[in-house]
């Protein structure tokens, strides 16, 4: 890595805060396109809203979150809604990984498992605004050493958003100059593209997903941990989105073993995985997701390896949609009622060398970690 770029990660994550951006009067930061609105607030670098043109023209709030910004820090299940969880995102199995003959254990707050780092992960920080303009914003970070159990080294890392014209734009830069550390990031970007405003059904199954590129994905157990075997996904099978175009994320509804796809005690509905990307040519559209309902669809670009697709199985019904989002009758947060898509390398791959993805986790003195990813909205 060049002097340079350590350099300007320095001065963007010091706590030297001159002419810092301000928010509006709502607290967000806002930057539009022609045909995009996005905002954001610092904790977590999270996008609390994202409006894009429906089928008739009308802005449609498609991203989920909270129409009460305490309620980011404050919500007891921290769902880590469209933010930036890391310093590694995901899990590491049973809460120990080795680096160097090092072995480092992880805090378990996902049963035997460590979820996106811990409680103290990215998504739980309040990220400092060095840059805003009327199309982009970003947002640094400084991860001191242990602020998650585990987790050595000091990192700094910065995330740019940026919109232009029907495209939403995410840059991610960071680096670990003193040791070697883990180090792997994703938007954990929350989707219902009807904003929950159709009359016969808030489900996600209506929606349409098309991953061409994703015959293959990461076997996982009953707590959603690979167990290191990779497996193809059959045709019209369960975890098949390759084989053909606008299949219906819940296409595989009535077959035996939906219920439980995702594990958790056989009480998963769908899916919480990891899917490959393999081939993919340069620049290619690796995930549509469409709603025929909105007419809005969403394109995924990412130099990524592969995508999680979790389909909101653990969200109970009681958290509240925010005003841009439901109906009279829709007014909550109910099971299987959004996806997540998170574009990042293998799910605890720092413990599975037989896959070659150690190397890209692992970011230490003389690298630059880095993450791009992109969004296109447009109608069917």
Known sequence: MRSSSLLHLLAATSYVRAQVPTP?????YTISSSSI???????????????????????????????DLAEY????????????????????????YSIDNNTYTTELN?????????????????????????DSITFTVRDEPNSSKGMPGLVLANVTYSVNGDRWDIKMDAVSPGV????????????NLDAYRNPDTVKIWNHTLYMPYSKRYLVADDGALPTGEIATAAADSINDFASAPDMLLGHAQTLPGFSSNCGGGGACEGYNGYFLIDDAPADAVVVALASPFSGIKAELRTDQPGVVIYTCNWFDGTGNLKSTQGTDKNTKV?????????????????????????????????????WKSSWTFTNL
């Open 24 to 28: 509006g009067e709502d607290g967000k």
């Open 37 to 67: 609105r996005a905002q954001f607030i610092p904790y977590g670098a999270t996008l609390t809203n994202l409006f894009v043109k429906d089928k008739d023209g009308k802005d449609v709030d498609v991203v989920l979150g909270y129409e």
């Open 73 to 96: 820090p404050e919500d007891p299940g921290h769902p880590v809604y469209n933010s930036i969880p890391g310093r590694y995102v995901n899990r590491i199995g049973h809460g120990k």
């Open 110 to 134: 996902d049963g035997t498992n460590t979820l996106h780092s811990g409680t103290n992960n990215w998504s739980y920080r309040t990220w400092n605004v060095t840059a805003a303009t009327n």
């Open 180 to 191: 070697k550390s883990p180090l792997m990031l994703t938007q954990h970007t929350y989707f």
């Open 334 to 370: 109910v099971r299987s009622s959004c996806v997540a898509i998170e574009a990042q390398d293998y799910v605890d791959g720092i413990n599975h060398p037989e896959w070659g993805r150690r190397d890209a986790q692992i970011t230490g003195p003389g690298k630059t970690y880095s």
